[in-house]
């Protein structure tokens, strides 16, 4: 009992594992965006699935040199300046893709920076034996898409519209096929698509989150600890 009592006594408290929650949050949301802009599985779907090189009359390969060429762009170490080999583009539209640039190096660096403050309360937690962070990582990490799941399905357009004026301070965004063309192959189910598998991302995270929970604190049952 004396052993016991002792191991409870240094147990990290709830509001450190609470924040090492959402530390490991933080961490999977980044990712989880990261992984969607790098996996192009998504997009080689559509491509046939709604006739993008039909409708623009171009050929597979055309559209995806130009997608590759802004995904490029969109990731670090990319290049600094886009140009696509097939498209014309506006002053506003390279202004837009360079504020979504910016966006996304900010997910790549906050997983990174994330990364390097949960590895140590990660090491902390593990060390006293208290896992209780994972519990709640895991349940943030699953009601999140569920919710924001039951939304898009509910109105689609509308969120898509709310997310970009809330996250664009102008209207770049709206682009005109006219002068900037780019935008007629990347139609708006594929940024639904591409939504999708991004809360699949969170929420397996998350149902992983939960499972490492169980087991660990399955194991751990021999303490006769509180989770």
Not at 3 to 11: A, L, S
Not at 175 to 184: G, L, Q
Not at 196 to 218: E, H, N, P, Q, T
């Amino acid at each position: 009992m004396k052993k016991n009592r002792n191991i409870q006594t240094n147990r990290p408290s709830k509001g450190k594992a609470l924040l090492c929650a959402l530390l490991a949050v933080l961490f999977i949301i980044s990712c989880s965006v990261t992984i969607t802009l790098q996996y192009k599985g998504i997009y080689k779907r559509d491509l046939r699935a709604l006739h993008i090189p039909e409708e623009n009359r171009m050929t597979e390969a055309q559209v995806l040199r130009n997608y590759d060429v802004l995904i490029s762009y969109l990731s670090i170490g990319g290049p600094k300046t886009l140009q696509f080999p097939d498209f014309s583009m506006s002053e506003s539209g390279r202004a837009h893709f360079q504020e979504v640039r910016r966006i996304f190096f900010g997910f790549t660096w906050a997983a990174l920076s994330v990364f390097v403050l949960l590895v140590p309360m990660l090491v902390f937690t593990i060390r006293k034996r208290a896992f209780l962070w994972l519990k709640y990582a895991g349940i943030i990490t699953i009601g999140l898409p569920i919710c924001l799941g039951i939304a898009f399905a509910a109105a689609w357009e509308q969120i898509f519209i709310l997310f970009h004026r809330l996250v664009f301070d102008n209207d770049f965004w709206y682009f005109d096929p006219a002068t900037d063309p780019v935008i007629e192959i990347l139609p708006d189910t594929f940024f639904l698509h591409s939504a999708v598998f991004m809360m699949a991302c969170i929420c397996g995270a998350g149902v992983l989150c939960l499972l490492l929970y169980l087991i660990l604190r399955k194991k751990r049952g021999q303490y006769h600890l509180p989770s």
